[in-house]
């Protein structure tokens, strides 16, 4: 929010979950990270990303998630588990067998957790064969990572304009490429980026 | 099949074959979505229809998981 008579700081294209007046564009995109904090009750910022869920819901827009999603949340359960018995050695022990147990029961419980949130949600599942070829353009032109790269592709191919993220590395893509949703805590390191052609974008998705 | 060295034909149809409505012209621009009828076979529709049901079926997927470790980037994706 910009002081009184101020000027509104640049937003590059970076927009605050936590703002009641942000629009949301239908579709949306999710990234794993928000996906995450939304279904652990026990991560920092679940309370807003769970009100920012609720949100969706009640506007009944249309979410898009790449098929990379689910793998990443079974990837989370399991590492949970192994960090859970393991502490920081968690890393070396991936084959433990008496780790495998607790980590199965965990990743039922999320993806089921998942599966019953896109039941509440008009939805895009994107194949990963259809993003391939524009990932691997994001990859090479901004230097985005490779699973960061799916996930942009995976919105873009739905057309949705803005990604729920609370992962600073999507803001290695201009903002005439895709809209960042994300915490208020992380606003000013997704802006410092070179996200340049954000202005047009700003005066669209917020109401003045 | 398109003879070596030809081009297939730019019908809108082969178009839509080839680049599968996915390409990237120029840096900074933003890539063209899907087909409209690509969109419309993937589209998976609410089967929570009223705005009671939906919250409901949120408040049962975002509720009561608690792990003991805190959950980082790390643990699901490599930088």
Redesign the interface.
Known sequence: MSPTGGRRPATHGVFAIEDQELLLPDPIALDTSFVVEALLSTQPLHAVCDAFLTRIGDSGVTVVTSDLLAVELAETAFAIALKERWGGRWRGHRTDGRARRPATRLLNDTISRYETLLLSIDHFPVPLADTASVARDFMTSYGIASYDAIHAASAIAADAEAIVTLDTGFALLPASVLTLYTDRSRLASCRKSDRTEAREMCSVLIRS | MAAAGSRLPMTTEGRATIT?A?T?AQ?????K??SPE??AE???????RT?E???A??K????????????T?D?????
Do not use: D, Q
Request: aromatic share 4%; charged share 35%; no cysteine.
């Open positions: 599968n996915m990237k840096t900074n621009e933003r890539p979505p899907l690509r969109l993937l589209r998976v529709p609410a089967v929570y705005p049901e939906r919250r079926a949120l049962r997927a975002t509720e009561g998981l608690r792990v003991k470790v805190r959950v980037r643990m699901y994706r490599p930088r």
